[in-house]
């Protein structure tokens, strides 16, 4: 180890607060003992030397001493970070997709008490009681639902799609017992048994890589405009009649996104207004999800009479399934899935659930 130290100049160092002034021998030890975060550096040039030595400045940042004998053994290698970053990432994503995985439990038994408490009320007679389910509320989720399948197809998150594809069935049930209570517009239901029919099937050959590329884009062009069409409109006609009926809002969005779309598909967009149009149609299905809560809260607000006709053990659910949903989408960083889940936990789950206890 002796051998290995040499002598390079004595080399006086200005006063600071952090080093006060003496005298220092510069060393540098042979590459077999450097640690690692120094190794390749080596002070072999003169001119290099020369102005350290007659530098103004003050050298104020040291590193600790390491035995020799341990110094390779003091901090990791590159190659052994490497190798704790993939094995720790390795980890969290096995986790985070069985926390996914294990979310189709609640999803699948979602909707199934609410399904349970409108055919008894069906079959009773009591078809008033299923007003208490707005039927825009449960048309938003049915098409945020459907939007977001798409998404998760897209992406490759398998757990996402089972639940989103949960989702829109046991939705659509919902939607059909509406319907046959007369709680929701005969025309406006057999328009979205249309959609969700074409969109599942396009889904399932698109997941298994049997769609054309030209009708997937097709498809997600159509989803782009009918849901920024949808929101505003949905939005506006949750509060009437305390606003005025108009459909204004929802022909403005329809043509801003047709317009939008026609100028993406010839060419006329910029790369980065193609990627804000991505981003609007992400975003939309993610807030056609979150609205159905806020529609719920509201119907609940104005006919508190009817809330007996909701079904608390769904709610808890919604809590468990969307709660089980929040680790994966901070995993993969996902900020429209995260806020989508988070909200439907809080909103869809807790926000009910005092909203029947109140």
Known sequence: MAGSLFLINKVKLQSSSCCPSSTYRLRVES??????????????????????????????????????????????????????????????????????????????????????????????????????????????????????????????????????????????????????????PLPHFIATSIVIASGLVLNFLKYFHLLNDQIWRFWEEFITIAGISALPQVMWSTFVPYIPHTVVPGLISFLTAVVAVLMARMGKLPKKGIKILGLVSGWTATLLFMWMPVAQMWTN??????????????????????????????????????SGSSWACIFYGWGNLLCLYW
């Not at 998760?152 to 089972?162: L, S, W, Y």
């Open 31 to 184: 590459s077999s003992f450097c640690q690692p975060h120094l190794r390749g550096i080596v002070i072999n040039n003169e001119l290099h030397l020369k102005k350290i030595v007659f530098s103004t400045q003050s050298i104020c940042c040291r590193l600790n001493p390491v035995s020799a004998i341990s110094s390779e053994d003091a901090y990791p290698t590159n190659k052994e970070l490497a190798q704790m970053r993939r094995k720790n990432f390795k980890e969290w994503d096995s986790l985070t997709t069985k926390f996914a995985g294990t979310a189709n439990v609640p999803f699948l038994l979602l909707q199934l008490p609410q399904i349970i408490l409108n055919t008894q009320n069906l079959l009773a007679g009591s078809k008033s009681a299923l007003l208490a389910i707005p039927w825009l509320g449960m048309f938003t989720g049915l098409l945020g639902n459907i939007s977001l399948l798409s998404y998760f197809i897209t992406k490759g998150e398998t757990e996402a799609v089972v639940v989103q594809m949960l989702g829109v069935i046991s939705m659509y049930v919902v939607i059909l017992q509406l319907a046959m209570a007369e709680a929701m």
């Open 301 to 338: 607000l104005l006919n508190p009479e009817n809330i007996k006709g909701l079904s608390a053990v769904s709610m808890l659910l919604a809590v468990i399934g969307n709660g089980l949903l929040i680790p994966r989408a901070l995993f993969i960083r996902d900020l429209m899935w995260f």
